[in-house]
């Protein structure tokens, strides 16, 4: 016979994910983790729940079920003040139902059980686990609450009674409402575990794909100081780092990517009656990753064994939602919740994607962050600083505030776009703005200072990682891509790429991998500093350009600085494209653009004719650049040994001669990206008269060529591209440059070797793809925008080259 102890408490070792209607998916969830994945080497703590049964139990007490059941009777959930007035009644009817004797006794007993196994009294962490809360349909940043730092016995009873009211927050009363779920059917479990001392080391959220494309491979790792609740509250902006999944469980340190949070500052906890406060992160603090690269990775690995558990439960891929603590006194990293993703796995995996994009040109530009999700949204703004304004905000609003709060959810599933001061991408405006499906900025710093109610702004989220606040009402377009309708064609149809922050949802239009990384973003945007800069550094002549870098450098190295930055942005493009090839062809600057880079003006000679100059190939082995290609060349050996991706090939820009070829060869080779060696292939840019002329011998030194229609068109025809004077003049169509493109693909396919082509004629012109088509090149790279409709005419271009070699057979 099952005790009383037993009906209201069960320890995490005795519950798991088939348990959900007794203690809720969060309790379930931790039980399911303790037996299931510690045995695995996944950090789980020990503890216990009370079951829905206590919660009953609580409710026959004092006729507190029926007069709850009063108090909601004909409630109107889109009704603030009613919502409001009855959510304190509840609260309150809940609060002054005193705790039955044997609940409290079942409660003490499973605590004296928890000391027992800790050694000590532990501090506790109490968080609420309603029995509907956590299911893959619907999510809810907060829907109920957690209590941090709870201390002894009589503040646990307390901790375990607010809980039960936090059922009846006006959120959470709101949630139960817009999903159906009627208020006194879904019961709530509370779970009791010791505190991590993350308020002396570090907490975070983990997601098993990225949380704006839906990329399934991607491990997303997000961080601050202290203890968790300033994460999820946006209170912060947090550290973040992408690990790629199956390079990652191959072993290899696959960190794609991270970005540096402001972790302006952190939760402890408090002396006294309180049991947390915040306090500042000092500013060298700040200027530090709160994780160590080994710990990201730890976390990664774990991440992977709990979606494939949970997936092989769910019978079916299953993301995963975690929370991490680092106990900043024994170092120690633990899971303390997991539940199932619910925007991007609930979506059907359908192949029809949504792209928007500005149709006409921006003004001004208000405020910037980052950016959720990847859509537009145009509004009135309404800045809320307090949750008594909220009554203010109207549908089809811009809600601009410092962070949202759940409070807040019934009036943010009708604005138009979220716009917040503070916060990161698993801040809660984030996560809300996800499930309804709303352009959202986090972490602007500024937006509620700068943005003023009534103004007209254009809410962009379209245009990369950066989130931008545009003056006035911009008109936008949303293409719907339908890739089920796509054929498959002899061509191979590639995407040409340069912003590693779009690489994640490109590679869901349908492609064969990257004819074009450009690597030019990365080194501008990601870099900002001349390689040559990095390579000489500190010894450089001008001492300002010194202080800005040594400001940008922080604890780095310079070489360290250069060799993480490009690494991850293009490890990100050859990630999401894993494993299909990612032609990624090194910096092809240009004299007067090198020059703008910081530092970099002393490096750069000035010439009347840059487009024919100092670029390409030639730079690379000559001593003016060398160091600066020999950080080139050892990040992209870090991409393909230290990362895993060996689908990296690296494509050299303008390059004149034979000798000129093996001497680049040479100097990769010293630089450790040797030829043939793991698979490594290096194409060359067909783009010059002399790669035509003399193609079969520069294809004895390149294992393939990809045609560089723009700089091939100017210098066939004898123009400068960057002259607007004899602008009309430039046509890739030209017969001339034709036959000259026409000519490489013949000598490369008597080679053997592949030819390809990544200039802008063919998204242009949909005839010039077709007539390459009926050349027989091997493969053309696109703008992402004209993948499916080009990829049309090719299916269309081939079907017919089929026919007439059908029809000249017959005759």
């Known amino acids: 016979m099952m005790t009383t102890t037993q009906i209201y408490t069960l320890d995490f070792n005795q519950i798991g994910m088939q348990d959900v209607a007794r203690v809720g998916g969060k309790n379930a969830s931790l039980g399911q983790l303790f037996y299931a994945l510690k045995p695995q080497g996944v950090g789980v703590l020990d503890g216990f729940a009370t079951t829905a049964e206590a919660y ?12 709850l059941r009063t108090i909601f009777a004909n409630l109107d959930p889109e009704d603030m003040e009613q919502l409001a007035e009855r959510g304190q009644a509840a609260r309150m009817a809940v609060l002054a139902t005193p705790l039955p004797p044997a609940l409290q006794h079942a409660i003490l007993q499973a605590y004296d059980q928890l000391c027992e196994c800790c050694g000590r009294e532990p501090e506790l962490a109490v968080r609420s686990s309603a029995t509907a809360e956590d299911l893959p349909e619907a999510s809810f940043a907060g829907a109920a609450e957690t209590f941090l730092n709870v201390r002894g016995k009589e503040a646990l009873l307390r901790a375990v009674q607010n809980s039960y009211s936090s059922l009846f927050t006006d959120r959470a009363i709101s949630y139960r409402a817009r999903l159906g779920y009627d208020q006194l059917k879904v019961a709530l479990s509370v779970g009791i575990m010791p505190m991590v001392r993350s308020d002396k080391g570090s907490s975070g959220v983990i997601f098993t794909l990225d949380t ?11 961080s601050i100081y202290g203890l968790g609740e300033y994460i999820v509250q946006g209170v912060v902006t947090p550290d973040e780092w992408t690990v790629f999944k199956p390079t990652l469980q191959a072993g290899k340190r696959a960190i794609i990517g991270r970005q540096l949070g402001t972790k302006e500052v952190r939760l402890v906890y408090a002396d006294g009656s309180k049991a947390t406060r915040s306090e500042a992160v000092a500013p060298d603090e700040r200027k530090r990753f709160s994780l160590t690269d080994d710990e990201v990775l730890k976390l990664a690995n774990w991440a992977c064994l709990i ?7 769910a019978g079916h891929p299953q993301p995963m939602d975690l929370e991490f603590a680092k106990d900043g006194i024994t170092g120690e990293l633990f899971i303390v919740q997991a539940r199932p993703e619910t925007v991007h796995s609930a979506k059907p995996r359908t192949a029809v994607a949504e792209t928007y994009h500005l149709q006409e040109k921006p003004g001004q530009i208000l405020v910037t962050g980052q950016a959720v999700g990847e859509k537009i949204g145009v509004g009135r703004v309404r800045v809320v600083r307090a949750l008594s304004e909220l009554n203010q905000v109207q549908a089809g609003d811009i809600l601009v505030a410092a962070n949202t709060d759940p409070d807040w959810e019934p009036v943010m599933r009708r604005v138009a776009a979220i716009v917040t001061d503070q916060g990161g991408r698993t801040a809660h405006a984030a996560i809300i703005s996800r499930e309804f499906g709303l352009p959202c900025i986090v972490g602007t ?32 377009a949303v293409e719907r891509l339908d890739a089920a ?25 349908p492609n064969a991998g990257v004819g074009l990384a450009r690597t030019e973003f990365i080194v501008t945007n990601h870099i900002g500093i001349h390689p040559m800069a990095l390579a000489r550094y500190p010894k450089l002549n001008d001492p300002q350009a010194v202080k800005e870098i040594a400001v940008r450098l922080g604890k780095e190295t310079p070489h360290e600085y250069f060799l993480r930055r490009f690494s991850e942005g293009v490890g990100r493009i050859a990630a999401a494209f894993y494993p299909k090839p990612v032609i990624v062809r090194t910096s092809d600057f240009k004299t007067n653009e090198y020059a703008q880079l910081l530092g970099g ?10 487009m024919l100059g100092f670029r390409g190939a030639s730079r690379y082995y000559d001593e003016r650049y060398a160091a600066g290609f020999a950080l080139e060349c050892q990040s992209l050996q870090r991409v393909r040994d230290t990362m895993g991706l060996t689908n990296v090939k690296v494509m050299i820009p303008f390059c ?9 060869i040479e100097v990769m080779n010293a630089n450790g990206l040797r030829q043939g060696e793991n698979d490594l292939e290096i194409y060359a840019m067909c783009e010059l008269p002399a790669n035509v002329v003399l193609a079969r011998e520069f294809l004895q030194v390149f294992d393939g060529y990809s045609i560089g229609s723009n700089d091939l068109t100017q210098l066939v025809l004898g123009l400068d591209r960057d002259s607007g004077t004899v602008a009309h003049l430039f046509d890739e169509r030209n017969p001339a440059v034709k036959q000259m493109i026409a000519q490489a693909i013949a000598a490369a396919r008597q080679a053997g070797k592949p030819i390809g082509i990544c200039g802008q004629a063919p998204s242009d012109y949909p005839e010039f793809a077709t007539w390459l088509v009926e050349q027989g090149i091997h493969s053309i790279s696109l703008n992402p925008d004209t993948v499916i409709k080009t990829t049309l005419l090719i299916a269309e271009a081939e079907r017919e080259m089929i026919k007439v070699v059908a029809r000249d057979a017959v005759i």
Do not use: Q, W
């Open 56 to 67: 009953r139990r609580l409710l026959a007490e004092h006729d507190l079920e029926e007069r």
């Open 212 to 222: 704006e494309s839906g990329f399934r491979d991607a491990v997303v790792v997000s």
């Open 307 to 313: 979606e494939a558990h949970y997936s092989e439960l």
């Open 445 to 476: 710093g500024k937006a509620t200072s700068v943005l003023h109610d009534g103004d007209e702004v254009t809410i962009s989220c379209a245009e990369g990682s950066e989130g931008r606040v545009y003056a006035g009402r911009i008109a936008f």
């Open 485 to 509: 309708s796509v054929p498959e064609t002899k061509t191979k149809v590639m995407v040409t790429v340069g912003d590693p922050s779009r690489a994640f949802g490109l590679a869901a239009i």
């Open 601 to 610: 003006s002393e490096f750069e000679p000035k010439e009347e004719n840059p």
């Open 656 to 664: 004149r001669t034979i000798d000129e070829a093996r001497r680049v």
